[in-house]
């Protein structure tokens, strides 16, 4: 197994696994965390692609879209958790409501 | 569905459907990664003939700041929408301001060294980015952290959020860029196409206007829009 491989696989099963709690579970703070890890098996498997070629320069355009990726993955997050604490505010919950209100 | 949010039957039909599909899109997305094509595309050959034409020696300052800055302006942009969503409701953040210990004599001590010294390396980080792994948001990344560590040791910066100058320092490098890029499109015919002879010193403006208005971004990002009664009375006491 080459070191791309190896580092895009882990990059698949994080994403993987943040795919599944984004949708498993309720509490927002869970979701917010498990869209972060997506984003850091997306960057992962991008930093992997940049290297795939193992002689010569790594690929400058895969680590540019991470380098873009990371600052709107934070801003997203910030974002995501000040709707959260809003929603806490109003509603005294941090989950989101069961299927039509309540 | 209720019971997705109970532990103590932590296994249910849909949870474990939700798992069986995801570990089928995870494999297929390994297969695909396993299953790619060597080196489909000449886009790095490109970026070398290109790059003494860039303004920097470093490919990746020069495919943010030169042949990708349509997603560089987007990406500040994106920052700033973030700041405004956040700046659009002060009232989340009145209740449940969290009420910071009295700052140790250690911490005050730390920041007093550790803050200019991150001044210093945001400065380095920002040259360094034309020819090393370094540039805007990297600087900008550490003038935040910075920023960060100030408001952690209680010091009164966070008035200062709601200054005309700190609004002008969060749109500074999103305006800077834009101008620039129509500028270059009165020069040369195209967005965000600058003079060849100029781009060096273009690239140069924009990163130090993004560094100033990322830090200020991200420091608002993490403070939210404070609370403004008791950041006036600790501005008061100190001075």
Redesign the interface.
């Known amino acids: 197994m080459s070191q791309f491989?190896l580092y895009?696989?882990t990059g698949?099963?994080l994403?993987?696994l943040g795919?599944?709690a984004v949708?498993?579970?309720?509490?927002l703070i869970r979701k917010i965390l498990a869209i972060n890890f997506m984003g850091s098996g997306i960057f992962l498997?991008l930093g992997a692609?940049a290297r795939?070629?193992s002689e010569?320069?790594p690929?400058?355009?895969p680590?540019?879209?991470v380098?873009?990726g990371?600052?709107?993955a934070?801003?997203?997050t910030?974002?995501s958790l000040?709707?959260t604490?809003?929603i806490?505010?109003e509603t005294g919950r941090s989950?989101l409501p069961?299927?039509g209100g309540t | 569905m209720m019971k997705l949010d109970n532990p103590s039957s932590w296994f249910s039909l849909p949870r474990f459907l939700v798992f069986l599909l995801t570990l089928l899109l995870t494999f297929a997305l390994g297969m695909t990664l396993f299953s790619l094509p060597p080196a489909p595309f000449q886009l790095l050959d490109t970026i070398h003939r290109s790059l003494p034409h860039s303004g920097v020696t470093n490919p990746v300052t020069a495919v943010l700041l030169n042949f990708r800055a349509y997603d560089t302006l987007l990406e500040i942009g994106v920052l700033l929408v973030a700041v405004f969503g956040i700046r659009a409701f002060p009232e989340a953040f009145q209740e449940h301001s969290p009420s910071l210990p009295a700052p140790s004599e250690v911490l005050l001590a730390l920041v007093r060294l550790l803050v200019p010294l991150m001044v210093l390396i945001a400065g380095y980080l920002l040259w360094a980015g034309s020819h090393a792994p370094g540039g805007a948001f990297q600087a900008g990344a550490v003038l935040g952290a910075g920023a960060v560590l100030i408001l952690l040791a209680g010091l009164p910066l966070s008035k200062w959020f709601h200054g005309w100058w700190f609004r002008a320092a969060l749109i500074l490098g999103f305006m800077l860029f834009l101008g620039v890029g129509f500028w270059a499109m009165a020069m040369e015919g195209h967005f965000l196409e600058y003079p060849r002879d100029r781009a060096e010193d273009l690239i140069l403006l924009i990163e130090a206007a993004l560094t100033v208005s990322i830090g200020c971004i991200l420091a608002t990002l993490f403070l939210g829009l404070p609370d403004a009664a008791p950041v006036k009375d600790a501005a008061n006491e100190k001075s």
Not at chain 1, 23 to 27: D, G, L, Q
Request: glycine letters at 6%; zero cysteines; hydrophobic letters at 55%.
């Open positions: 491989q895009g696989m698949v099963a994403f993987g795919m599944y949708i498993a579970h309720a509490h498997v692609v795939r070629a010569g320069m690929d400058p355009v680590h540019a879209m380098l873009t990371i600052v709107v934070v801003s997203a910030a974002f000040s709707l604490r809003r806490h505010t989950s069961r299927d």
